[in-house]
């Protein structure tokens, strides 16, 4: 089992990220707890030198599985379903920014609130046709460089569009790109799954990426979830890419990291 966390390389406002801060310090903490990768919150990708990137996670013996682009909705408000043209086009061109810096390090890109929420006086089905329409130009614009995107399906207090693993397999059809699967959590599975573990089966190899953090985001193994079965479920649809840890930093960054990949190893 590969494991990693996620690391911004900018001060961020999302609180799930642990790690924010001095990033060659951050990296070496990482490492020396034995991960095997760093998922990088990545607001823009042209505030990032991806040649130094590399060396500083590679010195340390990692790699980098994904980019999370959430903090371009959280900081910018950038949002492929914003009622204003210019927004909706400025978030795909962000999106679509990211290829080269994916490419560089074969990591998948995260499509997660950059999805945005539905404004006041549009249609869901509105918003979705804008979703499935900007998923289909960042697909187009990554093709031929191996690059995949991966859409998070998040629970409904931060979002009204894609919640459950079906709702995320119904935009894969609609979207129609060999190169856009899922990113399941086990934070958002926990609220708005009936069953973890069958949702798991019923996504099998359009898993293309996969958070961990228990049922009160904490670091797994502090609060309910019975990560045994999750992960046997996981390994059983031939998944074989990361465990990603995405959980609050508490009781603090430092001990959360540390706990998260005791727990996940040991079992």
């Not at 289909?136 to 690059?147: D, F, I, N, Y």
């Not at 799954?193 to 228990?214: L, T």
């Amino acid at each position: 089992m590969k494991i990693s966390v996620v690391l911004s390389t900018h001060a961020a406002a999302f609180e799930a990220v642990a790690f924010k801060g001095d990033f060659a310090a951050n990296v070496a903490k990482i490492a020396g707890w034995g991960y095997d990768g760093v998922e990088l919150a990545v607001r823009d990708p042209s505030l990032v030198n991806a040649g130094d990137l590399e060396r500083v996670v590679a010195g340390n013996g990692l790699v980098v599985p994904a980019i999370g682009t959430g903090q371009a909705w959280g900081e910018e408000g950038l949002s492929f379903t914003s009622g204003d043209p210019a927004v909706r086009a400025a978030a795909i061109e962000r999106i679509s920014s990211h290829v080269p810096l994916a490419a560089h390090l074969d990591a998948i890109v995260i499509l997660g609130l950059i999805r945005g929420i539905t404004p006041e006086g549009q249609t869901h089905e509105q918003s979705m046709e804008y979703l499935v329409e900007a998923i289909q130009q960042c697909a187009a614009a990554a093709e031929g460089t191996g690059v995949r995107f991966a859409l998070e399906p998040m629970n409904r207090y931060e979002t009204d569009l894609i919640h459950t693993a079906a709702d995320g397999l119904e935009l894969i059809e609609r979207v129609a790109a060999d190169n856009f699967g899922l990113l399941l959590d086990t934070f958002h599975m926990n609220i708005e799954e009936p069953d973890i573990g069958e949702s798991i089966k019923k996504c099998g190899d359009r898993i293309f990426h996969f958070h961990v953090a228990d049922s009160n985001r904490w670091f797994p193994g502090a609060g309910h979830l019975d990560f045994v079965t999750i992960l046997d479920e996981l390994e059983e649809t031939g998944y074989g890419g990361f465990i990603s840890g995405e959980f609050m930093p508490l009781p603090d960054a430092d001990t959360a990291a540390e706990n998260g990949i005791g727990y996940l190893r040991n079992l």
